[in-house]
C-alpha cells in the first residue's frame, strides 16, 4: 500500500492527461494513471515508474458507473485512499450547428459532462469520511465563451464548470475542494482534422496563437503547472474557480 496521497487522472494515456499524470508523480503523488485505452495507460504508468515514481494504470471509461466506482476503489484499496482527482478524459467533435446529430451533441455530452459528474460523485463518496479531498476539472475556454462549429462541446465544458462551482459549495464543508482549468489551444491528437472538422488543423491552431496576448499557444506543461497548483496544499483557500491558462486569449 502506498504512503503517499493518491491521485486519480482520467484520460492520462496520452495528451495532457499523460503530462499531467507525469507531473504529479515527480510532484510526489502516488498516481492512477487511467485511460479508456488500456494499453496507453501501461504504457505511461511504466514512464512514471521508470523515472522513480509510483504510478499504477487501470483501464476506465468515465462513461460507464460501474467503471468509474471500481478505479476510485481500486485507489481507495490498493494506492491506500483517494485524495485527489483530475477529470481530463474529453472528446471534441466539431460541426455547424445547424447539421449536428442528436448523436454527435451525445456523443460528446455523454464523454465530457455525464464523465465528469460519475467520477466526481464516486470520488467524493470516497473523499468524503476522511474529509478531505482535491477534485480539479480540465474543462476549456470553450467553458467561458463561445465558439462556432463547437456547440455540444462548448455546453459540455460549461457543464463541467457549472458542476464544478457547485461542488464547491456542496463538499467544501467536507473540506473537499472543486477547481477547474480552462486550456486554450495545445497540440495534441484532438487538434485532428476531423475532430477539428478543418482541412488545415496547423493553420486554424496558428491563427489561435496569433490572437493571443502573448502570441502564444500553450503547452501540456504550462496545464500541468495549474494543475499541479490547484491539487497541492498551496492552493487549500482556492475552490470553485475556473482558472483560464490561454496566453490572453480570453478575458471572461
Ligand atoms: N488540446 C486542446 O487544445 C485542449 C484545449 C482545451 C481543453 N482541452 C481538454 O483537455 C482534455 C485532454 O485533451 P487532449 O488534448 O489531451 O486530448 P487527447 O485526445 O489527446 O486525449 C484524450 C484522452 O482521453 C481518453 N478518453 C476518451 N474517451 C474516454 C472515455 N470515455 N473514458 C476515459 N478516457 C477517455 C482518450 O483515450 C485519450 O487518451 C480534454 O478534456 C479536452 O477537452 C484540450
Not at 495528451?15 to 485505452?37: C, F, K, P, Q
Not at 465558439?147 to 464543508?173: C, D, M, Q
Not at 491539487?231 to 483557500?237: L, V, Y
Request: aromatic fraction near 6%; include cysteine.
Amino acid at each position: 500500500m502506498s504512503e503517499q496521497e493518491a491521485v486519480l487522472v482520467t484520460g492520462a494515456g496520452r495528451g495532457l492527461g499523460a503530462t499531467i499524470a507525469e507531473r504529479l508523480a515527480a510532484t510526489g503523488y502516488a498516481v492512477l494513471v487511467t485511460d479508456i485505452d488500456a494499453d496507453t495507460a501501461e504504457l505511461v504508468a511504466q514512464r512514471i515508474r521508470d523515472d522513480g515514481g509510483e504510478a499504477h494504470a487501470l483501464r476506465l471509461d468515465v462513461t460507464s458507473e460501474q467503471s468509474c466506482e471500481e478505479a476510485v476503489r481500486y485507489a481507495d484499496e490498493r494506492l491506500g485512499g483517494l485524495y485527489g482527482v483530475v477529470n481530463n478524459a474529453g472528446i471534441v467533435a466539431a460541426t455547424p450547428f445547424v447539421d449536428m446529430t442528436v448523436e454527435q451533441w451525445d456523443a460528446v455530452l455523454t464523454v465530457n459532462a455525464r464523465g465528469t459528474f460519475l467520477v466526481c460523485r464516486a470520488a467524493a463518496r470516497a473523499m468524503r469520511p476522511r474529509g478531505r479531498g482535491a477534485i480539479v476539472n480540465i474543462a476549456s475556454i470553450a467553458g467561458r465563451d463561445g465558439f462556432p462549429k463547437f456547440a455540444n462541446y462548448v455546453a459540455s465544458k460549461h457543464a463541467v464548470i457549472g458542476l464544478t462551482r457547485t461542488l464547491a459549495r456542496e463538499l467544501g464543508p467536507d473540506g473537499i475542494r472543486a477547481n477547474a482549468v480552462c486550456p486554450g489551444a495545445i497540440k495534441t491528437a484532438m487538434w485532428s482534422a476531423e475532430a477539428q472538422d478543418t482541412d488545415d488543423p496547423d493553420a486554424v491552431f496558428d491563427s489561435i496563437a496569433e490572437g493571443t496576448s502573448l502570441r502564444r499557444n500553450q503547452t501540456s506543461d504550462d496545464i500541468a503547472d495549474a494543475v499541479e497548483f490547484l491539487i497541492g496544499p498551496r492552493a487549500n483557500s482556492i475552490t470553485g474557480q475556473s482558472l483560464i491558462v490561454d496566453s490572453g486569449l480570453i478575458f471572461a
